[in-house]
């Protein structure tokens, strides 16, 4: 019992001295050193600091990078810790460029939002406004500098088309990706847009102990961050296009407003495209001034549109390739079937005329495509009829998506039942006849006529184009792959599609062939021209806006085709003249890489 009372007194005065101790540290911490502490707790906080995520890269074909980053440094500003927003407007104004009253605005939106939240104040400063900020911190409270990343496109203009641009996220875009901040920018067009959810990361954050000024408080207890979680980097986006193919189709397209698309006619992939005039995504990328933003909506020129799957055209006679596949199929003809041309074809009361003034003469069916004869396929229209050529129309693609992962628009596949249900209006026969040369309400896209002449080069199959082949993962594996897909079949039988091979080769090669400016010693090509003429409804000042549409879509080898090669140039005249000889500089090109095993 002695031994016990012993025991219990030792863990009494161990207890004790414990509290004793205890309560003198807190003496010393609140009554000494307590006016301190209360100045450490007021001016100072835990502060969470963003790690951004770096945005996944956008590759060609071969791994070379078009879109990568580059260090930012932004502003922003904490609206807890202004304490004076007209002298902090008063003191940033002349340094970063921007009106006193928009600095106040910002501070005032900021504060209504939350006060707890940084705002973005201005992007990518230069080095003497950061070394001035740098400098100045004390005097500037609630003034944060952060380093981000922003994208810079390697080649300029090159493929904007395709790659798109960036901008500020809207509320709309807030709620499909929900770890992405109010001040954010994402891909708002083309491939930046569409492969979003992989080329944005994950950004992560520290914890920080900082003072009023955003500098970071040393003190022994917090020798380390408080907490630490890394950002993960944004996935890598490989696309179908070769760099070498696509600078040299954009260089053979040169200042001519139009668009170029070139596939493999086997896989569907797409190895260049190219729309102009274009703009420099580089402009979107610390947000475009309302100024240059309304321009390029109002520019007549369309910078932003991707004429190549969003512009629709009459496709002159390089639809004559399907008006003489329904007329084979349907047996209205064979390759033996002539008809005379004396430049012009009486249709009831009315007269259509060949863009051969003085006529052909007496063609068969290889000869026509040949030389293009308007009257010859007049006269298949008239044995066919619209039900008839339509179903066609619709087998090549016609009127419907391609697929393609950019935004594309599908043109229109006219047929009886399209009128009355569009137009209100019945079917006159006489719109079979212009149907028939790619006229009247047909339209396309110059993606649409590219897939078609693949249809025709690979021998019947419609196969989806794509622009990406893979996404990699920041650590090297593959998160998506994608592989050959085709969408449809032209249902045709090889003796018909070799016949329209054979007569497609002629046009470039043989003495009378109308694209013969796309001829080439070293591999053989397969081609149609078109010439659409344009319907105005208005009375224009401008005479270039009366000239035809040019056309030429292409396939090679024509033994074995590989690639097919379509390009329009708008208001450019004769498709023989201007567009082929473009044609046969890609052409050129990529017989020069594929030499060097490139493509």
């Not at 408080?217 to 760099?243: A, C, N, T």
């Not at 593959?478 to 046009?507: F, H, P, S």
């Not at 806006?545 to 085709?561: E, I, R, V």
């Not at 046969?584 to 017989?591: H, N, R, T, V, W």
């Amino acid at each position: 019992m002695r031994e016990y009372k012993r025991r219990f007194l030792l863990v009494t005065i161990i207890i004790a001295n414990a509290f004793l101790i205890l309560v003198g540290r807190l003496w010393y911490l609140q009554i000494v050193r307590g006016e301190e502490f209360e100045k450490f707790s007021l001016d100072n906080r835990v502060r969470s600091i963003r790690i951004p995520a770096p945005r996944g890269r956008i590759l060609d074909r071969r791994g070379r990078e078009i879109v990568v980053n580059r260090p930012s440094f932004d502003i922003y500003i904490l609206p807890e810790d202004i304490q004076n927003p007209d002298t902090l407007s008063s003191l940033l104004s002349p340094i970063l460029g921007i009106e006193p009253n928009t600095i106040r605005s910002k501070i005032k939106t900021a504060l209504q939002k939350s006060r707890f939240k940084p705002a973005l104040l201005a992007k990518d400063i230069n080095r003497d406004q950061l070394a001035f900020i740098e400098a100045r911190k004390s005097s500037l409270p609630g003034v944060l500098v952060e380093v981000n990343h922003i994208r810079r496109y390697n080649q300029g203009t090159l493929g904007a088309a395709f790659l798109g641009y960036m901008g500020k996220i809207n509320e709309d875009e807030l709620k499909l990706y929900p770890d992405v901040r109010v001040d954010d920018v994402v891909g708002k067009s083309g491939i930046e847009k569409g492969w979003e959810v992989y080329l944005h990361g994950k950004d992560g954050y520290i914890q920080k102990l900082t003072d009023a000024f955003g500098r970071e408080v040393k003190w022994s207890l917090f020798k380390e961050d408080l907490h630490r979680q890394d950002s993960v980097p944004g996935s890598d986006v490989v696309l179908s296009i070769d760099l070498d193919l696509q600078y040299a189709a954009e260089e053979a397209l040169g200042d001519r407003r139009g668009a170029v698309v070139a596939v493999n006619v086997n896989s569907g992939e797409i190895l260049a495209l190219v729309s102009h005039p274009t703009f420099d995504p580089s402009d979107f990328i610390k947000g475009i001034d309302a100024a240059k933003w309304k321009y390029l909506l109002e520019d007549k020129s369309s910078p932003l549109t991707n004429r190549a799957t969003q512009g629709v055209y009459p496709p002159g006679s390089v639809f004559k390739i399907v008006t003489a596949v329904a007329g084979l199929a349907e047996g209205v003809i064979n390759s033996d079937t002539y008809f005379y041309c004396p430049g012009r074809y009486k249709f009831g009361k009315k007269t259509f005329k060949c863009w051969k003034g003085g006529g052909h003469g007496s063609l068969n069916l290889h000869q026509a495509i040949v030389e293009s004869c308007d009257v010859y396929f007049y006269n298949v229209a008239e044995r066919l009829g619209i039900d008839r050529l339509s179903r066609y129309i619709k087998r090549f693609g016609f009127g419907t998506p391609t697929g393609i992962e950019l935004n594309e628009k599908v043109g229109i596949s006219p047929s009886r039942e399209w009128k009355v249900k569009t137009l209100k209006k019945p079917w006159y026969e006489g719109e079979t006849i212009v149907t028939a040369i790619g006229q009247g309400y047909l339209s396309a896209t110059p993606l649409q006529i590219a897939i078609m002449t693949s249809a025709v080069a690979n021998g019947e199959k419609l196969i989806k184009p794509r622009v990406v082949r893979e996404v990699i993962s920041p650590d090297g594996k593959t998160l998506a792959r994608y592989n050959r897909q085709e969408t449809g079949n032209i249902g045709i039988e090889g003796t018909i599609i070799n016949i329209i091979k054979d007569a497609l080769e002629g046009v470039v090669n043989e003495p009378n062939g109308t694209g013969r400016a796309a001829r080439l010693d070293e591999m053989v090509v397969a081609g149609k021209t078109g010439t659409a003429q344009v319907v105005s409804s208005s009375v224009s000042t401008n005479q270039e806006d009366y000239k035809d549409h040019a056309w030429f879509t292409s396939y090679a080898p024509a033994g074995n085709p590989e690639i097919a090669v379509t390009v329009l140039v708008e208001h450019g005249g004769k498709g023989g003249a201007v567009a082929a000889p473009i044609v046969k500089q890609i052409l050129e090109a990529y017989l020069k890489l594929k030499k060097e095993g490139s493509v």
